[in-house]
């Protein structure tokens, strides 16, 4: 009997083990190892978001255990994600790593107020800070802990305990209203602030506050292979929660090792800048599609954040059969910061089309009746960014407007117009808020110290209309 067919079967086993030529193997993976450097991008957008804040201040020369601070009203030049220039902002950056426990002072709520909250470098919030937050207004001493803290931990501070060694705050020193004295007043206010090493709590040395308001301040996400080198500085400095752990050989794979540099070589950084590029797209199709359902019944606006994720940031994603990576990816893509009680201190709604569902376009002019009442306790805002990069549009005089400009006009009714394009209409300056011929735009709309109405949806903000004239 003949038994030709076992050296055809010889050599399709030895085809199967032997091993593959490195160059056939690497065009056959390739596709592979995008779609890891593309996951890699979704699940580190919030890190890599914190490493460029606080590339920011770096930028503005200052460091770890400091707090950057714009001294005026910020302009375009703050181009963090989707900030508000009708306030004060101070950032406090912690980090525990060489110092141990940071003590961040929160002064009492006497002659000003400060709306913010303390959040871990994967910007998960820790506690909220202020008269919403867990001193009620009466001030405190937050303690921050390293990963696994143990120790006792003395009375008088309220202990928050990160997963990551570094973090940051962010921190509204709130308006009375935007004249140049209420602006220094609540500048002297938020200076009140202190952050210091819990060794130095004896005699802590003068917090350093750096000062940004002329610094060209960009966190703005980069596409590209820098994103990676970005995720790898994370990577190195954080440990590994448990959480996260399947990521370990992912990363490994598009070069991210701890311990290792990282030295992608021409053609992978070709791969990864492709990869960023196809995470870029992804993301702001998520991003569209959290558009819906919107905040108000047969409308466009909407918090483009998911409840899955706003309970996760606040829990530290404590529900063990939810971890909604891609909606946070979204997120941070185009925000930054998380609050613990999101509602109590602070709201918002975003609008990226006008009342009959067409994108915003900066070659038009439009509309916002802002009804009469509006449910806050302190002030609204209403402030234009960059689609494309949801930043401050660069080069604009005037990116904002809010309920606290003393020359803004109102309507015989107590109801407010507001114009967006790039032209005033005739008479409106003061209402306007400028937009770039040529490129979309959005619209964020704050509420600060919300009120029932707006949950209940009693009171209703309308879409923007598109003016009949160009």
């Known amino acids: 009997m003949k038994r030709t067919f076992f050296p055809a ?14 160059a056939y193997a690497d065009a056959s993976l390739q596709p592979d190892l995008e779609r890891r450097a593309v996951e890699a991008v979704i699940w580190g957008m919030p890190a890599v978001n914190f490493e460029l804040l606080y590339d920011g ?37 912690f980090n525990t790593k060489d110092v141990g426990p940071v003590v961040l002072e929160i002064p009492p709520a006497d002659i000003g107020s400060i709306t913010g909250s303390i959040d871990d470098a994967w910007q998960t919030a820790l506690e909220d800070v202020g008269p919403a937050g867990v001193d009620k207004g009466k001030g405190g001493k937050y303690l921050i802990l390293p990963p696994g803290y143990k120790e006792k931990i003395a009375e008088g501070y309220i202990p928050l305990a990160s997963s990551t060694y570094a973090g940051f705050a962010v921190i509204r020193s709130n308006l009375k209203s935007s004249s140049d004295s209420d602006v220094a007043a609540a500048v002297a206010y938020g200076k009140r602030i202190k952050i210091y090493p819990l060794s130095q709590a004896t005699n802590p040395e003068p917090t350093r506050f750096v000062d940004a308001i002329d610094v060209l301040y960009d966190s703005t996400i980069p596409y590209g292979s820098r994103f990676f080198e970005l995720l790898n500085r994370f990577v190195q400095r954080e440990p590994w929660l448990e959480r996260d752990k399947v990521m370990i050989n992912s990363l490994k794979s598009v070069g991210i090792e701890k311990g290792k540099a990282f030295q992608p070589d021409q053609k992978a950084r070709a791969v990864l800048d492709a990869a960023a590029k196809r995470a870029h797209v992804e993301l702001d199709t998520r991003y569209q599609a959290m558009f819906s359902p919107p905040y108000f019944d047969s409308s466009h606006w909407s918090l483009p954040v998911s409840k899955q994720l706003v309970d996760a940031t606040a829990s530290n994603y404590a529900d063990p059969n939810a971890y909604p990576i891609d909606d946070r990816g979204a997120a941070f893509s185009f925000a930054f910061f998380s ?15 006008d009342r009959n569902g067409r994108p915003l376009d900066g070659s038009h002019t439009y509309r916002l009746r802002i009804p009469a009442n509006a449910p806050v306790k302190l002030y609204w805002s209403a402030t234009v960014y960059d689609r494309s990069t949801h930043a401050l549009i660069r080069g604009m005089t005037v990116v904002s407007r809010s309920s606290l400009e003393p020359d803004l006009k109102k309507n015989t009714d107590g109801s407010v117009d507001l114009h967006f394009g790039f032209k005033a209409p005739a008479g409106e300056e003061s209402n306007w808020v400028p937009t770039k011929p040529g490129s979309q735009f959005e619209v964020l709309f704050r509420f600060y110290g919300p009120e029932k109405p707006l949950f209940d949806k009693t009171w209703k903000l309308p879409d923007i209309e598109k003016s009949l004239a160009k």
């Open 9 to 22: 079967l010889g050599l399709a086993f030895a085809a199967v083990c032997l091993p593959v030529p490195r």
């Open 57 to 93: 201040l770096v930028a503005s020369k200052g460091g770890w255990n400091q707090v950057v601070f714009w001294s005026r009203l910020p302009d375009w030049k703050n181009q963090t994600l989707t900030p508000n220039p009708g306030t004060v902002y101070f950032h406090p950056f």
């Open 339 to 353: 609050a613990k009680h999101l509602g109590e201190g602070q709201f918002y709604l975003m609008s990226i089309r």
